[in-house]
């Protein structure tokens, strides 16, 4: 399996642009999660999925911050107006649900810069 | 609610030297504790865990205990190498949740 996949890699945009991240889980992975890192706040958990429904989005920012799972296979998360300080990493993450199998495999992030 | 806090880095050490980074929580029932590395452009991925009292995660060198009477899960490596340089993540894992809580990462640097 090619392991979680995000895109892009690196994202430049300017302040009030509309920002779409993408992320593909591994097959067969019913868990899907959205994570921000910041110099200042860390690795912060901003909502997670189960099979594709929306579980915890108390996270989520503020009402600028919107994310979708509309397959098994794919989630946006989508940022408009972007800000400035919306700049970070942001981390798609996904696992199975076995109980005692709590593994959770990251991909390699997208670079967001918002002028 | 759960949180887990870690030492704040950068740690800098020389090759060969014993590392600790230290990790305690605050949880309300039994979770699972984790630590995981950030390597250099890359996702986070699993180190070792623990998932009861008296435990003891191992993998690649590094060991941690999960202490219940000092909230702590300490991660130790008795000789580091410069490939050990990453940021390390300290987290934990409610008994009935299935999100992990990460503390804010220790930045290692191993020089030679």
């Known amino acids: 399996d090619a392991g979680v996949i995000q895109s892009p890699r690196h994202e430049v945009t300017e302040m009030g642009q509309e920002v779409t991240l993408r992320c593909k889980p591994i097959?067969?992975?019913?868990?899907l999660f959205w994570y921000r890192q910041t110099m200042m706040r860390g690795l912060e958990l901003l909502i997670y999925f189960n099979n594709n429904v929306p579980i915890d989005d108390s996270g989520m920012p503020e009402d600028r911050f919107s994310a979708k799972m509309p397959n098994a296979s794919f989630s946006t998360l989508k940022i408009q107006p972007s800000e400035p300080r919306d700049s970070a990493v942001y981390f798609c993450a996904s696992r199975t649900g076995t109980a005692d199998n709590e593994k959770l495999f990251f991909g390699s992030g997208t670079q967001l810069s918002v002028l | 609610g759960n949180s887990v806090t870690q030492m704040e880095g950068p740690v800098t050490l020389s090759e060969e030297a014993f590392l600790t980074i230290n990790c305690t929580y605050t949880?309300?029932?039994?979770?699972?504790l984790f630590w995981y590395v950030q390597y250099p452009g890359e996702g986070l991925q699993l180190l070792l865990k623990?998932?009861?009292?008296?435990d003891k995660g191992s993998n690649k060198g590094f060991e941690a205990t999960y202490r219940k009477e000092t909230t702590s899960f300490h991660l130790e490596k008795g000789s580091v190498q410069v490939s050990d340089s990453a940021v390390y993540f300290c987290?934990?894992?409610?008994?009935?949740?299935?999100?992990?809580?990460f503390g804010k990462g220790t930045s290692l640097l191993v020089t030679p």
């Open positions: 097959s067969g992975h019913d868990y």
């Open positions: 949880a309300t029932g039994y979770p699972s």
């Open positions: 623990a998932t009861k009292a008296d």
């Open positions: 987290a934990l894992s409610e008994d009935s949740g299935y999100a992990l809580n």
